[in-house]
Protein backbone atom coordinates (compact mmCIF):
# COMPACT_ATOMS: atom_id res chain seq x y z
CA UNK A 1 0.00 0.00 0.00
CA UNK A 2 1.33 3.60 -1.12
CA UNK A 3 2.12 5.73 1.77
CA UNK A 4 -0.58 8.22 2.77
CA UNK A 5 -0.45 11.81 1.67
CA UNK A 6 -3.09 12.96 3.45
CA UNK A 7 -4.62 12.47 6.79
CA UNK A 8 -8.03 13.65 7.97
CA UNK A 9 -7.47 13.26 11.16
CA UNK A 10 -10.01 12.49 14.20
CA UNK A 11 -13.49 13.26 12.65
CA UNK A 12 -16.92 11.59 13.28
CA UNK A 13 -17.32 9.63 9.77
CA UNK A 14 -21.22 9.93 8.47
CA UNK A 15 -22.00 7.97 5.65
CA UNK A 16 -25.02 5.80 3.80
CA UNK A 17 -23.58 2.92 6.03
CA UNK A 18 -23.55 4.81 9.14
CA UNK A 19 -21.13 6.35 11.98
CA UNK A 20 -18.13 6.09 13.78
CA UNK A 21 -15.20 7.77 14.58
CA UNK A 22 -11.90 7.06 13.19
CA UNK A 23 -8.94 8.79 11.10
CA UNK A 24 -9.02 8.29 7.06
CA UNK A 25 -5.70 8.18 5.18
CA UNK A 26 -5.04 9.08 1.59
CA UNK A 27 -2.92 8.32 -1.73
CA UNK A 28 -3.19 8.26 -5.03
CA UNK A 29 -6.36 10.17 -4.72
CA UNK A 30 -7.86 7.19 -3.11
CA UNK A 31 -8.50 6.12 0.49
CA UNK A 32 -6.09 3.90 1.36
CA UNK A 33 -7.26 3.28 5.45
CA UNK A 34 -9.80 3.80 7.64
CA UNK A 35 -9.12 3.59 11.37
CA UNK A 36 -8.26 4.97 14.62
CA UNK A 37 -4.73 6.32 15.77
CA UNK A 38 -3.34 5.49 11.81
CA UNK A 39 -0.19 6.17 11.09
CA UNK A 40 0.82 9.98 10.27
CA UNK A 41 3.77 9.54 7.81
CA UNK A 42 6.58 12.14 7.26
CA UNK A 43 5.73 14.73 4.57
CA UNK A 44 2.04 13.41 4.67
CA UNK A 45 -0.90 16.48 5.06
CA UNK A 46 -2.87 16.32 8.15
CA UNK A 47 -6.40 17.92 8.34
CA UNK A 48 -8.15 18.55 11.72
CA UNK A 49 -11.33 16.74 11.60
CA UNK A 50 -11.37 16.63 16.11
CA UNK A 51 -15.16 17.98 16.81
CA UNK A 52 -16.14 17.88 13.05
CA UNK A 53 -18.18 14.95 11.01
CA UNK A 54 -16.08 14.11 7.64
CA UNK A 55 -18.69 12.78 5.31
CA UNK A 56 -18.46 12.04 1.50
CA UNK A 57 -18.43 15.34 -0.66
CA UNK A 58 -21.49 16.64 -1.36
CA UNK A 59 -23.16 16.46 -5.24
CA UNK A 60 -25.31 18.96 -6.70
CA UNK A 61 -27.45 18.35 -9.94
CA UNK A 62 -28.24 21.96 -10.43
CA UNK A 63 -26.02 24.17 -10.78
CA UNK A 64 -25.65 27.08 -13.62
CA UNK A 65 -21.86 28.07 -14.30
CA UNK A 66 -23.08 30.24 -17.06
CA UNK A 67 -19.92 29.49 -19.62
CA UNK A 68 -19.90 29.99 -22.39
CA UNK A 69 -21.18 33.44 -22.69
CA UNK A 70 -22.00 34.67 -19.42
CA UNK A 71 -18.73 34.56 -17.56
CA UNK A 72 -19.38 38.22 -16.21
CA UNK A 73 -21.86 36.41 -13.85
CA UNK A 74 -19.76 33.29 -13.77
CA UNK A 75 -17.32 30.89 -14.71
CA UNK A 76 -16.53 27.38 -14.53
CA UNK A 77 -13.46 28.29 -12.35
CA UNK A 78 -15.28 30.32 -10.32
CA UNK A 79 -18.20 28.49 -9.72
CA UNK A 80 -16.34 25.41 -9.61
CA UNK A 81 -14.44 27.08 -6.10
CA UNK A 82 -17.39 28.15 -4.59
CA UNK A 83 -18.99 24.81 -4.83
CA UNK A 84 -15.77 23.45 -3.11
CA UNK A 85 -16.25 26.16 -0.11
CA UNK A 86 -19.83 24.63 0.02
CA UNK A 87 -18.61 20.94 0.40
CA UNK A 88 -19.54 20.03 -2.92
CA UNK A 89 -16.98 17.56 -4.66
CA UNK A 90 -19.59 17.19 -7.78
CA UNK A 91 -21.90 19.84 -9.46
CA UNK A 92 -23.91 19.09 -12.71
CA UNK A 93 -23.95 21.93 -15.13
CA UNK A 94 -27.07 23.74 -16.66
CA UNK A 95 -27.00 23.99 -20.44
CA UNK A 96 -28.80 27.21 -20.56
CA UNK A 97 -25.38 28.88 -21.40
CA UNK A 98 -25.30 31.02 -24.49
CA UNK A 99 -24.64 29.47 -26.82
CA UNK A 100 -26.85 25.94 -25.02
CA UNK A 101 -24.92 22.77 -24.48
CA UNK A 102 -26.81 20.71 -26.97
CA UNK A 103 -24.09 18.64 -28.65
CA UNK A 104 -20.99 17.22 -28.20
CA UNK A 105 -18.92 20.21 -28.85
CA UNK A 106 -20.60 22.23 -25.92
CA UNK A 107 -20.43 19.96 -23.80
CA UNK A 108 -16.26 18.76 -24.68
CA UNK A 109 -15.85 22.61 -23.96
CA UNK A 110 -17.40 23.05 -20.54
CA UNK A 111 -15.43 19.43 -19.76
CA UNK A 112 -12.00 21.04 -20.58
CA UNK A 113 -12.90 23.94 -18.73
CA UNK A 114 -13.69 21.81 -16.19
CA UNK A 115 -10.30 20.24 -15.98
CA UNK A 116 -8.22 21.92 -12.88
CA UNK A 117 -11.84 22.92 -11.47
CA UNK A 118 -11.97 22.94 -7.38
CA UNK A 119 -14.83 20.30 -8.55
CA UNK A 120 -15.93 17.51 -10.74
CA UNK A 121 -18.11 19.32 -13.00
CA UNK A 122 -20.68 17.37 -15.10
CA UNK A 123 -22.71 18.47 -17.76
CA UNK A 124 -26.41 18.67 -18.45
CA UNK A 125 -26.91 18.21 -21.85
CA UNK A 126 -29.93 20.12 -23.31
CA UNK A 127 -33.16 18.15 -24.04
CA UNK A 128 -33.92 20.19 -27.60
CA UNK A 129 -31.95 21.79 -29.86
CA UNK A 130 -31.11 25.15 -29.16
CA UNK A 131 -33.34 24.82 -25.71
CA UNK A 132 -36.23 25.77 -28.30
CA UNK A 133 -38.79 22.78 -27.49
CA UNK A 134 -38.89 22.56 -31.13
CA UNK A 135 -36.76 19.42 -31.93
CA UNK A 136 -34.83 16.73 -29.93
CA UNK A 137 -30.88 17.12 -29.21
CA UNK A 138 -28.18 14.48 -30.76
CA UNK A 139 -28.90 13.44 -26.99
CA UNK A 140 -26.39 10.04 -28.41
CA UNK A 141 -23.61 11.91 -28.93
CA UNK A 142 -23.71 13.68 -25.53
CA UNK A 143 -24.55 10.68 -23.63
CA UNK A 144 -21.52 9.35 -25.18
CA UNK A 145 -19.10 12.09 -23.87
CA UNK A 146 -20.89 10.71 -20.29
CA UNK A 147 -23.88 12.75 -20.40
CA UNK A 148 -26.23 11.07 -17.71
CA UNK A 149 -28.86 14.15 -17.39
CA UNK A 150 -30.50 16.03 -19.25
CA UNK A 151 -32.96 19.11 -19.03
CA UNK A 152 -34.02 22.18 -21.34
CA UNK A 153 -33.62 24.12 -17.44
CA UNK A 154 -34.32 27.35 -17.43
CA UNK A 155 -37.54 26.43 -19.64
CA UNK A 156 -39.90 23.22 -19.20
CA UNK A 157 -40.44 21.32 -22.33
CA UNK A 158 -43.96 22.83 -23.21
CA UNK A 159 -44.87 20.19 -26.15
CA UNK A 160 -46.14 16.90 -24.43
CA UNK A 161 -45.39 14.80 -27.80
CA UNK A 162 -41.52 15.88 -28.52
CA UNK A 163 -41.36 15.05 -24.18
CA UNK A 164 -42.62 12.28 -24.50
CA UNK A 165 -40.11 11.17 -27.32
CA UNK A 166 -37.95 12.33 -25.14
CA UNK A 167 -38.41 10.41 -22.18
CA UNK A 168 -38.80 7.08 -25.03
CA UNK A 169 -35.04 7.92 -26.12
CA UNK A 170 -33.82 8.32 -22.75
CA UNK A 171 -34.84 5.07 -21.93
CA UNK A 172 -32.58 3.34 -24.66
CA UNK A 173 -29.83 5.60 -23.88
CA UNK A 174 -29.68 4.93 -20.51
CA UNK A 175 -30.06 8.78 -19.59
CA UNK A 176 -32.22 10.35 -17.18
CA UNK A 177 -34.60 12.98 -18.58
CA UNK A 178 -35.08 16.14 -15.85
CA UNK A 179 -37.68 18.59 -16.13
CA UNK A 180 -38.16 22.11 -15.45
CA UNK A 181 -41.91 22.13 -14.63
CA UNK A 182 -43.28 25.47 -16.16
CA UNK A 183 -46.11 25.61 -18.16
CA UNK A 184 -45.42 28.91 -19.91
CA UNK A 185 -48.60 29.93 -20.96
CA UNK A 186 -50.16 29.46 -17.32
CA UNK A 187 -46.51 31.09 -16.00
CA UNK A 188 -46.39 34.21 -18.58
CA UNK A 189 -46.38 37.50 -17.08
CA UNK A 190 -45.29 36.16 -13.93
CA UNK A 191 -42.55 37.82 -11.85
CA UNK A 192 -43.41 36.24 -8.46
CA UNK A 193 -46.28 33.36 -7.06
CA UNK A 194 -49.88 34.44 -7.67
CA UNK A 195 -51.49 34.70 -4.10
CA UNK A 196 -51.96 37.46 -1.48
CA UNK A 197 -48.49 38.96 -1.77
CA UNK A 198 -48.57 39.33 -5.18
CA UNK A 199 -51.96 41.05 -5.04
CA UNK A 200 -51.23 43.73 -2.21
CA UNK A 201 -47.85 44.30 -4.01
CA UNK A 202 -49.20 44.97 -7.40
CA UNK A 203 -46.52 42.44 -8.44
CA UNK A 204 -48.06 40.26 -11.74
CA UNK A 205 -47.80 36.31 -10.26
CA UNK A 206 -47.44 32.69 -11.96
CA UNK A 207 -49.80 30.59 -10.32
CA UNK A 208 -48.90 27.31 -8.40
CA UNK A 209 -50.91 25.42 -10.83
CA UNK A 210 -48.03 26.57 -13.56
CA UNK A 211 -45.79 23.75 -11.79
CA UNK A 212 -48.30 21.36 -11.05
CA UNK A 213 -49.91 20.95 -14.58
CA UNK A 214 -46.48 20.31 -16.03
CA UNK A 215 -45.78 17.44 -13.09
CA UNK A 216 -49.04 15.95 -13.48
CA UNK A 217 -48.38 15.90 -17.49
CA UNK A 218 -44.92 14.36 -17.39
CA UNK A 219 -45.88 11.58 -14.60
CA UNK A 220 -48.77 10.33 -16.99
CA UNK A 221 -46.17 10.29 -19.86
CA UNK A 222 -43.79 8.49 -17.37
CA UNK A 223 -46.44 6.07 -17.04
CA UNK A 224 -47.02 4.95 -20.79
CA UNK A 225 -43.09 5.30 -21.70
CA UNK A 226 -42.05 2.38 -19.49
CA UNK A 227 -38.69 2.00 -18.60
CA UNK A 228 -37.35 5.64 -18.54
CA UNK A 229 -36.40 7.65 -15.65
CA UNK A 230 -37.59 11.25 -15.55
CA UNK A 231 -35.85 13.70 -12.60
CA UNK A 232 -38.30 16.69 -11.45
CA UNK A 233 -36.20 19.85 -10.97
CA UNK A 234 -36.76 22.49 -8.39
CA UNK A 235 -40.00 21.40 -7.06
CA UNK A 236 -41.83 24.48 -4.75
CA UNK A 237 -45.37 23.36 -4.01
CA UNK A 238 -47.57 21.20 -2.09
CA UNK A 239 -49.55 20.16 -5.09
CA UNK A 240 -46.16 18.85 -6.84
CA UNK A 241 -45.46 16.77 -3.74
CA UNK A 242 -48.41 15.08 -3.35
CA UNK A 243 -48.11 14.16 -6.97
CA UNK A 244 -44.55 13.37 -6.41
CA UNK A 245 -45.85 11.35 -3.38
CA UNK A 246 -48.46 9.35 -5.06
CA UNK A 247 -46.51 8.30 -8.49
CA UNK A 248 -44.27 6.99 -6.12
CA UNK A 249 -46.54 5.06 -4.67
CA UNK A 250 -47.14 3.33 -7.80
CA UNK A 251 -44.02 2.39 -8.53
CA UNK A 252 -42.95 5.19 -11.22
CA UNK A 253 -39.29 5.50 -11.69
CA UNK A 254 -39.24 9.11 -11.01
CA UNK A 255 -36.72 11.35 -8.93
CA UNK A 256 -37.23 14.49 -7.58
CA UNK A 257 -35.25 17.68 -6.07
CA UNK A 258 -36.36 20.90 -4.04
CA UNK A 259 -34.26 24.02 -3.90
CA UNK A 260 -32.62 25.65 -0.37
CA UNK A 261 -34.81 28.87 -0.76
CA UNK A 262 -37.89 26.84 -1.00
CA UNK A 263 -37.84 25.42 2.53
CA UNK A 264 -36.23 28.20 3.77
CA UNK A 265 -37.96 31.87 2.25
CA UNK A 266 -41.68 32.64 1.56
CA UNK A 267 -43.21 34.97 -1.12
CA UNK A 268 -43.55 37.64 2.43
CA UNK A 269 -39.63 38.26 1.39
CA UNK A 270 -40.84 40.03 -1.77
CA UNK A 271 -42.48 42.62 0.18
CA UNK A 272 -39.28 44.31 0.33
CA UNK A 273 -39.38 44.55 -3.80
CA UNK A 274 -36.04 43.43 -4.04
CA UNK A 275 -35.31 41.20 -7.00
CA UNK A 276 -32.89 39.51 -4.83
CA UNK A 277 -36.00 37.19 -4.09
CA UNK A 278 -36.94 37.11 -7.46
CA UNK A 279 -36.33 33.28 -8.74
CA UNK A 280 -38.12 30.77 -10.49
CA UNK A 281 -40.04 28.72 -9.30
CA UNK A 282 -40.89 31.68 -7.25
CA UNK A 283 -40.82 31.72 -3.38
CA UNK A 284 -44.30 30.29 -2.24
CA UNK A 285 -46.39 31.09 0.97
CA UNK A 286 -45.93 29.02 3.94
CA UNK A 287 -47.74 25.93 3.52
CA UNK A 288 -46.39 25.36 0.69
CA UNK A 289 -42.91 25.82 2.13
CA UNK A 290 -43.99 23.42 5.23
CA UNK A 291 -44.96 20.79 2.50
CA UNK A 292 -41.67 20.88 0.91
CA UNK A 293 -40.01 20.05 4.45
CA UNK A 294 -42.39 17.29 4.60
CA UNK A 295 -41.38 15.43 1.50
CA UNK A 296 -37.60 16.25 1.90
CA UNK A 297 -38.32 15.07 5.71
CA UNK A 298 -40.59 11.76 4.54
CA UNK A 299 -37.88 10.64 1.57
CA UNK A 300 -41.06 11.65 -1.18
CA UNK A 301 -38.18 14.26 -2.36
CA UNK A 302 -34.87 12.77 -3.08
CA UNK A 303 -32.18 15.28 -3.33
CA UNK A 304 -31.44 19.14 -2.37
CA UNK A 305 -30.04 20.72 -5.32
CA UNK A 306 -28.93 24.83 -5.05
CA UNK A 307 -30.49 26.10 -8.74
CA UNK A 308 -27.03 28.40 -8.37
CA UNK A 309 -28.21 31.20 -10.41
CA UNK A 310 -25.33 33.68 -10.88
CA UNK A 311 -26.76 36.94 -11.98
CA UNK A 312 -24.38 40.24 -12.38
CA UNK A 313 -25.51 43.29 -9.98
CA UNK A 314 -26.37 45.54 -12.98
CA UNK A 315 -28.90 42.79 -13.85
CA UNK A 316 -30.11 42.43 -10.36
CA UNK A 317 -30.04 45.48 -9.65
CA UNK A 318 -33.02 46.42 -12.01
CA UNK A 319 -37.10 46.95 -10.86
CA UNK A 320 -38.75 43.50 -9.82
CA UNK A 321 -40.21 43.06 -12.87
CA UNK A 322 -36.92 43.65 -15.17
CA UNK A 323 -34.75 41.57 -13.09
CA UNK A 324 -33.83 38.00 -13.94
CA UNK A 325 -34.65 35.27 -11.99
CA UNK A 326 -32.15 33.17 -9.58
CA UNK A 327 -30.27 33.77 -6.47
CA UNK A 328 -27.03 32.15 -5.47
CA UNK A 329 -26.89 28.85 -3.96
CA UNK A 330 -23.66 26.79 -3.42
CA UNK A 331 -21.64 28.19 -0.53
CA UNK A 332 -24.82 28.03 1.54
CA UNK A 333 -26.71 25.24 0.80
CA UNK A 334 -25.27 22.91 3.63
CA UNK A 335 -25.68 25.56 5.94
CA UNK A 336 -29.34 26.63 5.26
CA UNK A 337 -30.46 22.31 5.39
CA UNK A 338 -28.47 22.50 8.84
CA UNK A 339 -29.88 25.36 10.58
CA UNK A 340 -33.16 25.12 8.90
CA UNK A 341 -34.67 21.55 8.39
CA UNK A 342 -34.74 19.77 11.70
CA UNK A 343 -33.55 16.65 10.11
CA UNK A 344 -30.83 13.98 11.69
CA UNK A 345 -27.24 14.99 9.69
CA UNK A 346 -27.04 11.54 8.09
CA UNK A 347 -30.36 12.22 6.48
CA UNK A 348 -29.29 16.03 5.30
CA UNK A 349 -26.47 14.25 3.85
CA UNK A 350 -28.55 11.84 1.80
CA UNK A 351 -30.23 14.61 0.21
CA UNK A 352 -27.07 16.20 -0.51
CA UNK A 353 -24.39 13.67 -1.36
CA UNK A 354 -25.10 10.04 -1.81
CA UNK A 355 -28.82 10.50 -3.31
CA UNK A 356 -28.24 12.92 -5.45
CA UNK A 357 -24.72 11.24 -6.47
CA UNK A 358 -27.11 8.09 -7.80
CA UNK A 359 -29.21 10.16 -9.65
CA UNK A 360 -26.26 12.08 -11.45
CA UNK A 361 -24.87 8.75 -12.23
CA UNK A 362 -21.95 9.38 -10.22
CA UNK A 363 -21.69 6.58 -7.98
CA UNK A 364 -18.72 5.08 -8.37
CA UNK A 365 -16.94 8.05 -7.41
CA UNK A 366 -18.75 10.61 -5.60
CA UNK A 367 -21.22 10.15 -2.54
CA UNK A 368 -19.37 7.53 -0.30
CA UNK A 369 -19.36 5.33 1.56
CA UNK A 370 -16.17 5.88 2.77
CA UNK A 371 -14.14 2.77 2.74
CA UNK A 372 -10.86 1.76 1.55
CA UNK A 373 -9.90 1.83 -2.21
CA UNK A 374 -12.93 4.81 -2.97
CA UNK A 375 -12.06 7.42 -4.37
CA UNK A 376 -11.03 10.17 -1.97
CA UNK A 377 -13.82 12.94 -2.65
CA UNK A 378 -14.80 14.18 1.07
CA UNK A 379 -16.01 17.22 3.01
CA UNK A 380 -15.11 17.93 6.64
CA UNK A 381 -18.26 20.11 8.39
CA UNK A 382 -18.26 21.47 11.62
CA UNK A 383 -21.43 21.43 12.93
CA UNK A 384 -21.59 23.54 15.90
CA UNK A 385 -19.32 26.90 13.95
CA UNK A 386 -22.20 29.77 13.59
CA UNK A 387 -21.23 32.18 10.78
CA UNK A 388 -22.79 34.77 8.13
CA UNK A 389 -22.18 35.18 4.50
CA UNK A 390 -20.08 37.87 3.78
CA UNK A 391 -21.34 38.70 -0.06
CA UNK A 392 -17.94 40.31 -0.50
CA UNK A 393 -15.89 37.11 0.55
CA UNK A 394 -18.06 34.98 -1.62
CA UNK A 395 -15.78 32.48 -4.05
CA UNK A 396 -19.11 33.36 -6.88
CA UNK A 397 -18.11 35.99 -9.46
CA UNK A 398 -21.68 37.15 -8.43
CA UNK A 399 -23.35 38.42 -4.71
CA UNK A 400 -27.28 37.44 -5.26
CA UNK A 401 -27.43 36.01 -2.54
CA UNK A 402 -30.74 36.42 0.15
CA UNK A 403 -29.31 35.25 2.99
CA UNK A 404 -27.21 38.46 4.18
CA UNK A 405 -27.73 39.00 7.76
CA UNK A 406 -28.57 34.78 8.10
CA UNK A 407 -27.27 33.14 11.47
CA UNK A 408 -26.18 30.08 10.33
CA UNK A 409 -24.88 26.71 12.43
CA UNK A 410 -22.92 24.14 10.44
CA UNK A 411 -19.96 24.98 8.51
CA UNK A 412 -17.83 23.25 5.94
CA UNK A 413 -14.21 23.07 6.97
CA UNK A 414 -12.00 21.37 4.75
CA UNK A 415 -12.94 19.99 1.05
CA UNK A 416 -11.00 17.26 -0.35
CA UNK A 417 -11.34 16.03 -4.08
CA UNK A 418 -9.55 12.99 -5.67
CA UNK A 419 -7.15 13.07 -2.56
CA UNK A 420 -5.89 16.55 -2.98
CA UNK A 421 -7.39 19.50 -0.47
CA UNK A 422 -9.09 22.27 -2.32
CA UNK A 423 -10.34 23.50 1.33
CA UNK A 424 -8.49 24.12 4.15
CA UNK A 425 -9.74 25.55 7.16
CA UNK A 426 -12.37 27.23 5.08
CA UNK A 427 -10.20 28.97 2.08
CA UNK A 428 -9.98 27.26 -0.96
CA UNK A 429 -6.43 26.45 -2.00
CA UNK A 430 -7.42 25.95 -5.67
O1 LIG B 1 -34.42 31.31 -11.02
C1 LIG B 1 -33.99 30.70 -11.99
N1 LIG B 1 -32.82 31.04 -12.58
N2 LIG B 1 -34.69 29.67 -12.47
C2 LIG B 1 -34.36 29.08 -13.63
O2 LIG B 1 -35.04 28.18 -14.02
C3 LIG B 1 -33.21 29.54 -14.42
C4 LIG B 1 -32.22 30.21 -13.55
C5 LIG B 1 -31.18 30.98 -14.33
O3 LIG B 1 -30.60 30.42 -15.25
O4 LIG B 1 -30.89 32.12 -13.95
Redesign the pocket.
Known sequence: MAEATLVVRGGRLVDAAGERVADVTVSGGHVTAVGTDLPVPPGALVLDARSCVVAPGLVDLHT?LRQPGREEAETVETGARAAALGGYTAVVA?P?TDPPLDCAGAVREVLELARDAACEVRVAGAITRGRRGESLAPMAEMAALGVRLFTD??DGVQDGALMRRALEYSSDLGVTVAQ?CEDAALAAGGHMHEGEWSSRLGIPGAPAAAEEVMVGRDLALLAITGRARLHLQHLSTAGSVAALRSARAEGLAVTAEAAPHHFSLTDAAVASYDPVFK??PPLRPQAHVDAVVAGLGDGTLDAIAT?H?P?PPEEKERPFDQA????LGLETALALALTELDLPLQRVLALMSWQPARIAGLESTHGGPIVESRPANLCVIDPAATWEVDPARLASRSRNTPFVGRKFTGRVRHTVLRGEPVVVDGEAVR
Open positions: HMNDGHVNDAHPPGM
